[in-house]
């Protein structure tokens, strides 16, 4: 998977969402950004794939949350 792509779709949908819970997103998809970048870059031998696979599905969860997050303002829609 190309999660360069995924953390960049995210980031720009993010930015362009006008709202106050976009900080919230945008805040913790730019830590598990960072978290992922800094555990991918270690060597071999260092690098956790346990740690990769726990911010992947952190990543997959917020993807869901923001996906989610306008149709529960508008239940009626």
Sequence with gaps: MDWTLIFG?????????????????????????????AEYNKPLDD??????????????ILCQSFIQAPKRKNPQD
């Design 47 to 60: 690098r956790s794939d346990v740690k990769l696979d726990n911010i992947e599905l952190q990543l997959r």
């Design 9 to 37: 779709v995210l980031e720009q949908a993010l930015t362009i969402w006008n709202s106050k819970e976009s900080s919230k997103y945008l805040d913790k998809m730019i830590q598990l950004k960072k978290d992922w970048y």
